[in-house]
């Protein structure tokens, strides 16, 4: 008989000669992946040994990008402040106020258990639904827009709280559903009626950047919730859509668009593109290292209030390309922070949750970094933690404040934090009084 060969086994590779190229070897994403998991591995450990690494990334990272952000505040609006017969560290001393009541907030999150924020899901995303109607009634416009609230002197913006609570709640809804999440009628309801009303009463103040991120917000709930991938190219059609009917029928939003597409003046000879302009004429003129610090020439009125979203064109024009490369690391470093905080866990309230925080600010400071460097047209965005603005900036402390309580739940026992508030009953069998009434027993 003629034995017939047989196939190999496709757990049995077949092995090459030595030194052959078919030499059994692993493939080059197979070496990426393994040095990427050998990196982490030894940067922050294993298991019950994990060092908190990852909770000094994003805490590290997050300072810094707050401080640069008040340095740069203090630099790119002193001269329209000395111009209009302000003080020039006005305007920074007001973002370091907002500043040290950010860190000290997510300083009081990042050691309490995130679980108990459940219970505030509901009412956070009500208050945030009645400021936004509230902002319509009584809200301040500034530039076209309406969306900031005069609180004895001190405006606040509703829109950039309701990204934290929508993103609390969203957690807090899709966890609960669970498995039923393979079913589009319990995907849509009632997060996206939800998350359509909080749009909604943003784009009634005329804010479609606010409004576009609010939608990508919603997406990362829905993804890291386990939402099948399909739905997605149906919310994608209909976004793109709305934004397109949104842009059309209004003729600054059209001239910004065709401005930055053509780059000629509208028909009635405004420049819309001047802004976006003369941040790309910052970039260019700050070369590798910049011209110095405090000694930007496009901050004196050629950006219009610079120290808002064209803060990075500043950076790089005071700073140079290595300043703007520090401020991108920086980012990095928190989103690959913030993504091992996502990956670790098992719960999905808390994914959803900080896949949730890590989409809208890394998302945020993608957007506005594409608007400065000619990337997209000017949608009046700010970059996360740096521009002028203390809603922002306190929103997005209080973000972080809740990625580093999870963060603090995956270091060593013994590494950890002290809580600073303890929720819950005590068990019985550490009770002081009952332990002491057990004594005298017996």
Not at 81 to 97: R, T
Not at 267 to 274: C, E, L, M, Q, R
Not at 344 to 357: S, Y
Not at 391 to 414: D, H, I, K, T, Y
Request: hydrophobic residues 50%; aromatic residues 8%; proline residues 5%.
């Amino acid at each position: 008989m003629v034995s017939t060969p047989t196939r190999p086994k496709a757990s049995q590779p077949r092995a090459g000669k030595p030194g052959s190229p078919t030499a059994s070897r692993p493939t080059l994403p197979v070496r990426i992946r393994g040095w990427y998991r050998g990196f982490w591995s030894a940067l922050e450990g294993n298991g019950t040994s994990r060092n908190g690494s990852t909770y000094y990334l994003i805490l590290g990272s997050t300072l810094a990008l707050t401080a640069i952000g008040i340095m740069m505040v203090l630099s790119a609006s002193s001269v329209e402040s000395i111009a209009a017969g302000k003080s020039p560290y006005g305007d920074a001393l007001k973002q370091g106020m907002f500043a040290a009541i950010g860190v000290f907030v997510m300083f009081v999150l990042s050691r309490i258990n995130v679980v108990w924020l459940k219970r505030l899901a509901w009412p956070a995303l009500g208050v945030a639904l009645f400021l936004l109607a509230l902002v319509q009634l009584i809200g301040d416009e500034v530039n076209g827009n309406k969306n900031w609230i005069d609180l004895g002197g001190v405006t606040f913006q509703p829109s950039e709280a309701s990204k934290l609570a929508l993103a609390l709640w969203m957690a807090t809804v899709l966890a609960r559903k669970g498995q039923l999440l393979r079913r589009w009628q319990h995907v849509l309801i009632p997060v996206v009626p939800a998350a359509g009303m909080v749009i909604l009463l943003v784009l009634l103040g005329n804010d479609l950047g606010t409004a576009m991120l609010i939608m990508m917000i919603t997406a990362a709930a829905l993804f890291f919730a386990g939402v099948p991938l399909y739905l997605f190219g149906f919310a994608a059609v209909a976004a793109a859509a709305g934004t397109a009917v949104m842009a059309i029928t209004s003729s600054n939003r059209m001239c910004r668009i065709t401005s930055w597409w053509t780059g000629q003046s509208c028909a009635d000879g405004i420049d819309a593109n001047y802004q976006a302009t003369n941040g790309l004429y910052g970039l260019a003129s700050g070369g590798w290292f910049g011209v110095g610090l405090g000694q930007s020439r496009q901050k004196y009125s050629w950006i219009p209030e610079a120290h808002n979203d064209f803060i990075f064109a500043i950076i790089g024009e005071e700073l140079g390309l290595v300043g703007t490369v520090v401020v991108l690391v920086l980012f990095a470093i928190l989103g690959a922070a913030i993504y091992r905080v996502v990956v670790a866990q098992e719960d999905m309230f808390h994914r959803v949750l900080a896949g949730t925080i890590m989409v809208w600010l890394l998302g945020q400071a993608t957007v506005n970094m594409a608007v400065v460097t000619g990337l997209m047209p000017v949608i009046g965005v700010p970059l996360p933690f740096i521009s002028y603005g203390g809603s922002a900036l306190l929103m997005s402390l209080c973000a972080v404040g809740v990625v580093l309580s999870l963060a603090r739940e995956q270091m060593a026992p013994a590494l950890r934090p002290k809580k600073m508030l303890k929720f819950g009953t005590k068990k019985a069998g550490k009770s002081p009084r009952r332990t002491k009434t057990a004594r005298k027993r017996t």
